[in-house]
């Protein structure tokens, strides 16, 4: 050969280049350091600054190495890797490339027809997303609770990067729907755009993975990973409220995608506002693009999801089971769904009908029954003596700041803890109509996102409520 094997392998750089994002480039490429090549074993020798990219070079990059090694060195090659296991102490151990490396040859009259920059169909291998097949936007039933994440939702995986909706910060209460949701982004964006990087992730395996690159010092190879990714979805982040490490370390990510456009889709089981020990640089930047609650589902919601679940696994069960089932499971999808499989199995098992007496003994082991719900009444109380307001002014037409707070809140609870619709909730305080308790459930929801001190007085109450229970 002409060049040598040195200026071969910065050929081979340069195809590499051309066929995979700057980012990509960057982190997996760059930092590969030519150590040598054997003409008689046709054996490349290259250095790798950790194990972390040797394994992610041989997990989805091995295809594109193997094609460009063939076309620029003009025969099969054998990839080693010298890894540098101890920075420090200058340790490091040699291994072979368990990919595809055995290619055909290149025919030498179609060489001067291919451009020297492109290759036909070189792509790096498809990052696992990570998603749930099953958790898609056409089994995330839509109800009043979930209306706006999910068509926030929907725009969002139409057009990542793209919207006001970025991050998109969704909240609730566990078992009402927010992995589903969340996952639901993932696979249509994956679905409309095959060449994203899209990545679920929980809170929980996130830091286990930060904690092990920085037990092996990768860390910096551990954070240009994440930033590599187009759709980053993290559930649960709750969970790094003690973390502090792993929160600076988010911190970076988050700032380096939000700056190039990228997609974050977070959930939490509480709004930003109520993440304690996250720090203000990080809470100002969750609350810049869409917080959503989505709250738990009222009884149609869950009578239109349990129908759903039994038209789609093929079950049948009567109408009054359902309402049932729906008034009793307390408002959470798991719990939903956890009834319907006992029910499935009690029934295939003992070969006996679903009905109302195989309902109630299902129901009294896998929900907690709430045999004393809140009502209008317990709400109204509890409000108006936490503010010292007599309830007789609530009721009344009076437009007194004070007033309408205490009747705004009320509304606002009456429909998070009880069951009634937004008609009946307004007919009980006031006698207003539905417009107004929406109103006024909207602009406590506001104010929640961003006065703390307003949050902190709406958690003694519901704390009242728990100690009444």
């Known amino acids: 050969m002409s060049k040598s094997h040195k200026a071969l392998w910065a050929d081979c750089l340069q195809i590499i280049q051309a066929n995979v994002t700057e980012q990509q480039f960057k982190t997996w490429f760059a930092p590969i350091v030519f150590e040598s090549y054997s003409e008689t074993e046709h054996t490349l020798l290259v250095q790798v600054p950790s194990p972390y990219v040797y394994e992610y070079l041989e997990q989805y990059y091995v295809g594109l190495l193997s094609k460009v090694l063939a076309r620029v060195f003009e025969t099969n090659v054998v990839l080693r890797y010298r890894i540098v296991t101890d920075k420090a102490n200058k340790i490091s151990q040699e291994v072979e490339s368990d990919g595809p490396l055995t290619v055909e040859k290149p025919q030498a009259t ?19 997303p990570q998603l749930d097949p099953k958790k898609t936007f056409q089994t995330f039933v839509e109800g009043d609770s979930n209306k706006l994440p999910r068509t926030v939702g929907l725009t969002i995986a139409e057009h990542p990067g793209k919207s006001t909706f970025n991050p998109f910060f969704v909240f609730g209460p566990s078992g009402c ?7 639901a982004i993932g696979v249509r964006c994956k679905e409309l755009y095959p060449q994203k990087r899209v990545l679920y992730v929980s809170a929980r395996l996130f830091q286990v993975q930060f904690t092990d690159a920085v037990r092996r010092n990768t860390t910096n190879d551990f954070i240009n990973f994440y930033q590599s990714i187009d759709v980053l979805i993290v559930d649960d982040i709750q969970e790094w409220a003690t973390s502090p490490r792993t929160l ?18 977070l959930a939490s089981d509480r709004p930003p506002v109520d993440l304690q020990g996250v720090k203000d640089r990080l809470l100002t930047r969750f609350a810049c693009g869409l917080i959503a609650e989505l709250e738990k589902p009222n009884v149609q919601l869950c009578i239109d999801i349990l129908n759903m679940k039994c038209r789609r696994d093929g079950l049948k069960i009567p109408a009054d089971v359902i309402q049932f089932i729906a008034e009793t499971a307390n408002g959470s999808v798991r719990d939903l769904e956890g009834v319907v499989n006992s029910l499935m199995a009690y029934s295939i098992v003992y070969n006996t009908f679903i009905d109302m007496r195989l309902a109630e003994r299902i129901i009294k082991r896998a929900v907690k029954v709430d045999n004393h719900p809140l009502t209008i009444d317990d709400i109204l109380e509890k409000v108006c003596k936490h503010y010292n307001v007599p309830q007789q ?6 437009r007194k700041r004070d007033y309408v707070q205490v009747r705004q809140v009320s509304m606002y609870l009456a429909q998070k803890y009880t069951k009634m619709p937004a008609s009946r909730i307004g007919q009980l305080i006031g006698n207003r109509d539905h417009s107004t308790v929406i109103h006024s459930c909207n602009t406590v929801e506001q104010r929640l996102k961003v006065d703390k001190a ?16």
């Not at 307003?454 to 229970?469: C, G, H, M, P, Q």
């Open 110 to 128: 179609t060489r001067g027809n291919q451009s020297p920059t492109t290759l036909d169909a070189v792509v790096p291998q498809s990052l696992n």
């Open 177 to 183: 729907g927010k992995t589903h949701l969340i996952n």
């Open 248 to 265: 600076d370390t988010f911190f970076h990510i988050f700032d380096h995608l939000f700056r190039i456009g990228k997609q974050i889709i």
């Open 393 to 398: 002014h609530v009721f009344s037409k009076s």
């Open 454 to 469: 307003f949050s902190a007085e709406l958690s003694s109450i519901e704390n009242s409520f728990k100690l009444k229970r």
